[in-house]
């Protein structure tokens, strides 16, 4: 009989570099119906040094990935230690972790998340599900977004539910089927300005407030050939550094009026995507952007948009990654073709288990 009762540790690490998320979680089965309670959950920053070394990772040859992957896995586990011994953590079924996504061409069949090598659960002495996108590209799939199965299970009271991190991605059910898809760049290009002017982000979205929209730039922005394609679709880096920035940089004009225009970008792309008449869950960094939720409310006034308690806003994909890791030891179905294009539903991520040697 399958267990219907775990104690997970969720660990997630985003585009925007925002820091390691993690969460200890309960997560119980009663009814058929999934139920959790964070119990502890924390942010762990990125020091300048792992954030430039991740940030230029896209750049790297093989063997210098191949390098920083073992570098990353043995920093992820440290991290991973630090979490448990600061909060006393003792009873717990496995460590639950995604990674840090350096390269993502599902086009070309091709997704690469280091943190994942095997010496994890070696280094944590523990059970350790990952790698969780790389059977789904192997299957066709884009490998994202993965989120969207916690939020059918998890979320359902919800008509969208939206993430606003380093990219916005949106999940939603239509005629039975669980939709998912990447809307477009976040804080993965709001923090690219911010920073470029002293500030790590920009608080409260009150530098953009301050800003004057370039019309023609939102224009070109909006008409991007992203935007015009179909689901299922998702995004990477390799998008902000090709399309994105390229773009933006043409113009010569205030990094204030950059980024007002960018947020205008951001709102018009979200609510041409979201219904009238309906709520939408929002989590992520982008949540505590207020200038950025004022335009959205703008936007689309007869939407309710729905700020949840800072636990979910923050950590909400370290949540649903411990939530795939439970669905993995279990052999559910955790990654749904109806939202990453892949040939069939399936059970994705490798499962390390720590077995002691006998002297």
């Given amino acids: 009989m399958l267990n219907n009762n775990y104690k997970v540790i969720g660990v997630m690490s985003g585009t925007s570099l925002d820091g390691l998320d993690f969460a200890y979680i309960h997560f119980d089965k009663k009814n058929d119906c999934w139920d959790y309670e964070i119990l502890e959950a924390e942010t762990f920053e990125y020091d300048d040094k792992w954030k430039s070394k991740l940030n230029n990772a896209f750049l790297f040859n093989n063997e210098e990935l191949d390098v920083l992957n073992r570098e990353y896995t043995s920093f992820l586990a440290l991290q991973i230690k630090l979490f448990i011994a600061k909060n006393k953590i003792q009873d717990f079924d496995a460590i639950c972790s995604h990674g840090h996504t350096i390269l993502h061409q599902p086009e070309k069949g091709f997704t690469l998340q280091i943190g994942n090598l095997p010496e994890i659960a070696l280094l944590l002495k523990r059970t350790v599900v990952c790698d969780f996108r790389v059977q789904d590209v192997h299957l066709g799939g884009q490998?994202?977004?993965?989120?969207?199965?916690?939020?059918?299970?998890?979320?359902?009271?919800?008509?969208?539910?939206?993430?606003?991190?380093?990219?916005?991605?949106?999940?939603?059910?239509?005629?039975?089927?669980?939709?998912?898809?990447?809307?477009?760049?976040?804080?993965?290009?709001?923090?690219?300005?911010?920073?470029?002017?002293?500030?790590?982000?920009?608080?409260?979205?009150?530098?953009?407030?301050?800003?004057?929209?370039?019309?023609?730039?939102?224009?070109?922005?909006?008409?991007?050939?992203?935007?015009?394609?179909?689901?299922?679709?998702?995004?990477?880096?390799?998008?902000?550094?090709?399309?994105?920035?390229?773009?933006?940089?043409?113009?010569?004009?205030?990094?204030?009026?950059?980024?007002?225009?960018?947020?205008?970008?951001?709102?018009?792309?979200?609510?041409?995507?979201?219904?009238?008449?309906?709520?939408?869950?929002?989590?992520?960094?982008g949540a505590y952007n207020v200038f950025l939720i004022e335009r959205l409310k703008f936007l689309k006034p007869n939407v309710k948009w729905v700020i949840p308690n800072d636990d979910v806003i923050q950590f909400k994909e370290a949540l649903i990654f411990g939530f795939l890791g439970v669905l993995r030891l279990r052999n559910d179905i955790n990654v749904l073709s109806s939202v990453t294009g892949a040939s069939k539903n399936h059970s994705s991520g490798n499962i390390f288990h720590y077995q002691e040697k006998d002297c």
Avoid: M, W
């Fill in 143 to 285: 490998g994202a977004p993965l989120v969207p199965i916690g939020d059918e299970l998890l979320f359902s009271n919800y008509n969208y539910c939206l993430n606003l991190g380093g990219f916005s991605n949106i999940s939603f059910n239509e005629k039975g089927k669980r939709i998912a898809f990447d809307i477009s760049p976040v804080n993965i290009v709001l923090n690219h300005f911010a920073e470029s002017i002293g500030f790590h982000y920009d608080n409260e979205g009150n530098l953009a407030k301050s800003g004057v929209i370039n019309n023609q730039l939102l224009k070109e922005l909006n008409a991007l050939d992203f935007y015009e394609k179909s689901y299922p679709k998702s995004l990477g880096k390799e998008f902000v550094q090709n399309e994105i920035l390229p773009l933006i940089n043409k113009y010569e004009i205030s990094v204030n009026d950059v980024l007002r225009t960018f947020v205008e970008h951001i709102a018009n792309q979200i609510t041409n995507v979201v219904k009238p008449n309906t709520s939408v869950l929002i989590t992520g960094g």
